[in-house]
C-alpha cells in the first residue's frame, strides 16, 4: 500500500515564507499562495511583485491575476496601500499588470474601493480611465477632479482640458476651476476663462479681486485694469476695511489689494487699522501686514514706534513681525526699553523673542541687560531661558573681544559684583574667568582659574 501523499500547508503556514531571506522558497509559497486566493495573501503577493529577484517578481504578477475576480473585491479594499507602493517602485516590468489591475478597479461598481485610499492611485486610475472614456464621460470626470481638494488631481483636470473636442463645453469646467479650493487652480482656471470668454472672465476677476491667494488676485487686476472696471472692486475694498472685523479673513486680502492698486495710501490705512481697539480692533493677521508695511516704510522715531508697538501686541504672531524685521536690518530698541515690554507679557515666548533680539545689540549692552534679567521676575521657564543666554554670551566672546571704556567698565564690574550670586556657581565660574581673561576683572578679584588637563603620572 503507498503512502498517502503529504497534506499541502495552510495558508497561515505559506504566508512567514514570503518574507525569507532565500529567493526559491519566496517563489515557491508565491505558487502555493496564487492557487489558494487567500485574500489575506493579497498585500503581501503585491509587495512580492517589487521584490529584488526577477523569477519571484514574476512569479508575483501570475499570482495576482486570479484575483481579478468579483469575489475578491474584499481582498483589494485592504490592498490598496501595497498597490501603491508598486505605483511608486516604477519597474519597467510592473506595466502589464497595472493595465490589468486598472481595467479591473476603474468600473464604476468597483470604485468605492479607491474611498480613503491615496491620492496617488486615485490620479493612476483616472489617467487609466481617461484613455478610454468617451466624451461625455470625460467631462464629468474633470468636473468631478476640478472640485477635488487634491491640487495634484484639479491641476490634472486643467490639462486636459483642452483636448475636449467642443469648445463650447470648456467655460463650465473653467467656472468650476474657479471654486477649487487651491490658489493655483483658481488663478489658472481665471486665466483660460479670461482668454476663452472675456466677458465671463470680467464676471468672475471682480469676484475673485480680493480672493485670499496673491496669484489669483494679480490675475484679477490684470483683467480689470484692462477693461477699466477697477472702481467698483475698489469699493468694495475700502468697505470691508472700514469694518474689518465683520469681513471674512479680517479683510486682509482687501488690504493687500489697494496696496498694489493705490501705494500711496498704503501707510495711512495701516495706521488706522493698527489703531483701531476694543471691539473694533482688527485680526491678527491684518495687525501683521499693517506693521509689516509700517516699519518696512518708515525710518527713524517712527519705525521704532510701530516696532514696539508690534512686540507690545499681545499675539505671538505679531510680536515675530518685529524680531523678523530686526533679523533683516532694521535697528532694534534698546534694552532699557525692549525688556519692560516683553517683561510685561508675563510669557516665556516673549521673553525668548526678546532675548533673540537683544543679540543684535553689542555685548556688553548684552551683558548688562543679562545681569538686569538675572534679578529680574521672570515666568515659568524664564531663568533657564536667561542662564542660556548667558552661554550664549560667553560663548560670544571667545572670538576676541575688548573691555569697555574706564566709565563702562567700572558699572559693569559693580553690577557683576552685586548680581553674580544670582547665577548657577558653574556658569558664574565660567563668566567670571571669562570676564578675568578680557581684563574686565583682575584674576585676584576672579575666584576661578582655568580649568587645567589632568596629566598621568605612571612612567
Known amino acids: 500500500m503507498s503512502r498517502p501523499a503529504p497534506v499541502a500547508p495552510a495558508t497561515q503556514e505559506w504566508l512567514p515564507l514570503l518574507e525569507s531571506r532565500s529567493g526559491y522558497q519566496r517563489q515557491e509559497a508565491i505558487q502555493a499562495l496564487a492557487s489558494m486566493r487567500s485574500h489575506e495573501a493579497l498585500p503581501l503577493l503585491l509587495r512580492r511583485v517589487n521584490d529584488w529577484v526577477p523569477e519571484v517578481r514574476a512569479a508575483a504578477r501570475l499570482a495576482v491575476l486570479p484575483y481579478l475576480q468579483d469575489d475578491c473585491l474584499p481582498a483589494w479594499r485592504g490592498a490598496m496601500p501595497a498597490l501603491a507602493e508598486i505605483l511608486r517602485g516604477r519597474r519597467a516590468d510592473h506595466g502589464p499588470l497595472l493595465k490589468v489591475v486598472a481595467e479591473f478597479l476603474r468600473t464604476p461598481d468597483r470604485a468605492g474601493l479607491l474611498r480613503g485610499s491615496s491620492p496617488l492611485l486615485r490620479r493612476w486610475l483616472t489617467a487609466a480611465?481617461?484613455?478610454?472614456?468617451?466624451?461625455?464621460?470625460?467631462?464629468?470626470?474633470?468636473?468631478?477632479?476640478?472640485?477635488?481638494?487634491?491640487?495634484?488631481?484639479?491641476?490634472?483636470?486643467?490639462?486636459?482640458?483642452?483636448?475636449?473636442?467642443?469648445?463650447?463645453?470648456?467655460?463650465?469646467?473653467?467656472?468650476?476651476?474657479?471654486?477649487?479650493?487651491?490658489?493655483?487652480?483658481?488663478?489658472?482656471?481665471?486665466?483660460?476663462?479670461?482668454?476663452?470668454?472675456?466677458?465671463?472672465?470680467?464676471?468672475?476677476?471682480?469676484?475673485?479681486?480680493?480672493?485670499?491667494?496673491?496669484?489669483?488676485?494679480?490675475?484679477?487686476?490684470?483683467?480689470?485694469?484692462?477693461?477699466?472696471?477697477?472702481?467698483?472692486?475698489?469699493?468694495?475694498?475700502?468697505?470691508?476695511?472700514?469694518?474689518?472685523?465683520?469681513?471674512?479673513?479680517?479683510?486682509?486680502?482687501?488690504?493687500?489689494?489697494?496696496?498694489?492698486?493705490?501705494?500711496?495710501?498704503?501707510?495711512?490705512?495701516?495706521?488706522?487699522?493698527?489703531?483701531?481697539?476694543?471691539?473694533?480692533?482688527?485680526?491678527?493677521?491684518?495687525?501683521?501686514?499693517?506693521?509689516?508695511?509700517?516699519?518696512?516704510?518708515?525710518?527713524?522715531?517712527?519705525?521704532?514706534?510701530?516696532?514696539?508697538?508690534?512686540?507690545?501686541?499681545?499675539?505671538?504672531?505679531?510680536?515675530?513681525?518685529?524680531?523678523?524685521?530686526?533679523?533683516?536690518?532694521?535697528?532694534?530698541?534698546?534694552?532699557?526699553?525692549?525688556?519692560?515690554?516683553?517683561?510685561?507679557?508675563?510669557?516665556?515666548?516673549?521673553?525668548?523673542?526678546?532675548?533673540?533680539?537683544?543679540?543684535?545689540?553689542?555685548?556688553?549692552?548684552?551683558?548688562?541687560?543679562?545681569?538686569?534679567?538675572?534679578?529680574?521676575?521672570?515666568?515659568?521657564?524664564?531663568?533657564?531661558?536667561?542662564?542660556?543666554?548667558f552661554v550664549q554670551w560667553d560663548a560670544s566672546t571667545r572670538i576676541g573681544v575688548s573691555p569697555p571704556a574706564a566709565p563702562v567698565a567700572d558699572e559693569l564690574r559693580a553690577l557683576w559684583h552685586q548680581r553674580a550670586s544670582a547665577l548657577p556657581p558653574r556658569l558664574r565660574d565660567r563668566i567670571e574667568y571669562s570676564l578675568a581673561s578680557i581684563g574686565l576683572l583682575t584674576l585676584e578679584a576672579a575666584t576661578t582659574v582655568a580649568p587645567t588637563k589632568k596629566t598621568s603620572n605612571t612612567a
Open 129 to 389: 480611465e481617461w484613455q478610454a472614456a468617451p466624451e461625455p464621460r470625460r467631462l464629468a470626470m474633470l468636473a468631478e477632479r476640478l472640485r477635488d481638494s487634491d491640487v495634484a488631481a484639479a491641476r490634472w483636470a486643467l490639462d486636459r482640458v483642452e483636448e475636449l473636442c467642443e469648445a463650447a463645453s470648456r467655460p463650465p469646467l473653467w467656472l468650476i476651476g474657479c471654486a477649487n479650493a487651491h490658489g493655483l487652480v483658481r488663478a489658472h482656471a481665471l486665466r483660460r476663462l479670461r482668454d476663452e470668454v472675456p466677458s465671463m472672465g470680467d464676471t468672475m476677476a471682480s469676484r475673485l479681486a480680493l480672493d485670499r491667494h496673491a496669484l489669483v488676485r494679480a490675475v484679477a487686476l490684470a483683467q480689470l485694469r484692462k477693461n477699466g472696471d477697477l472702481g467698483t472692486v475698489v469699493a468694495r475694498a475700502e468697505e470691508q476695511l472700514s469694518a474689518p472685523a465683520l469681513t471674512p479673513r479680517g479683510a486682509a486680502p482687501a488690504l493687500l489689494f489697494l496696496a498694489v492698486v493705490d501705494p500711496k495710501g498704503a501707510t495711512a490705512r495701516c495706521e488706522r487699522l493698527v489703531g483701531m481697539t476694543g471691539a473694533d480692533r482688527t485680526r491678527t493677521a491684518l495687525r501683521v501686514l499693517a506693521l509689516q508695511h509700517l516699519i518696512a516704510a518708515t525710518d527713524g522715531d517712527a519705525q521704532m514706534h510701530w516696532m514696539t508697538s508690534a512686540l507690545a501686541d499681545d499675539h505671538a504672531k505679531v510680536q515675530r513681525v518685529a524680531s523678523v524685521a530686526i533679523a533683516r536690518g532694521a535697528i532694534p530698541p534698546s534694552p532699557e526699553v525692549l525688556l519692560p515690554i516683553v517683561l510685561a507679557h508675563g510669557d516665556l515666548g516673549a521673553l525668548c523673542r526678546g532675548l533673540g533680539i537683544l543679540r543684535y545689540r553689542s555685548l556688553w549692552r548684552q551683558f548688562r541687560a543679562l545681569l538686569d534679567l538675572s534679578i529680574a521676575a521672570l515666568p515659568e521657564g524664564g531663568a533657564e531661558a536667561v542662564t542660556r543666554a
